[in-house]
């Protein structure tokens, strides 16, 4: 398998309405072709030294490289906690159609 351009980019917002608000943003100013927002995701982590069990969504993002740093400071610009998840995971395939697509986000 041959990586491509394309990236996925997992982000975790604390409710619906900071999920939506962050997903239109993206996709509006054309960082991102499409945000999928999952909901009842439960995070178990630890910060600043406390355990959290935390109710939140997961926006699933899918851009392209050469807009991923822009994509991810909107992100942190935008998004109300101190240190936002913005995970990027290479994509090393899938249908031509689609890939084509998403790069050519306006």
Same mark, same amino acid.
């Given at each position: 398998?041959?990586?491509? %351009?394309?990236? $996925?980019? @997992?982000?975790?917002?604390?409710?619906?309405?900071v999920?939506a608000? !962050?997903?239109?943003? /993206?996709?509006?100013?054309?960082?991102?072709?499409?945000?999928?927002?999952?909901?009842?995701?439960?995070?178990?982590?630890?910060?600043?030294?406390?355990?959290?069990? %935390?109710?939140? $969504?997961? @926006?699933?993002?899918?851009?392209?490289?050469?807009?991923?740093?822009? !994509?991810?400071?909107? /992100?942190?610009?935008?998004?109300?906690?101190?240190?936002?998840?913005?995970?990027?995971l290479?994509?090393?395939g899938?249908?031509?159609?689609?890939?084509?697509?998403?790069?050519?986000?306006?």
């Amino acid at each position: 398998m041959i990586e491509t %351009d394309i990236r $996925v980019v @997992l982000v975790t917002a604390p409710d619906e309405e900071v999920g939506a608000r !962050l997903a239109r943003s /993206v996709v509006a100013a054309g960082l991102a072709a499409c945000v999928n927002r999952v909901s009842g995701v439960r995070s178990v982590y630890k910060w600043e030294g406390e355990l959290r069990d %935390d109710a939140e $969504v997961l @926006l699933i993002m899918k851009t392209t490289t050469d807009r991923l740093d822009a !994509l991810t400071s909107e /992100v942190e610009q935008q998004h109300p906690y101190d240190c936002p998840e913005v995970i990027a995971l290479p994509v090393v395939g899938g249908a031509a159609a689609y890939l084509d697509w998403l790069r050519g986000t306006e």
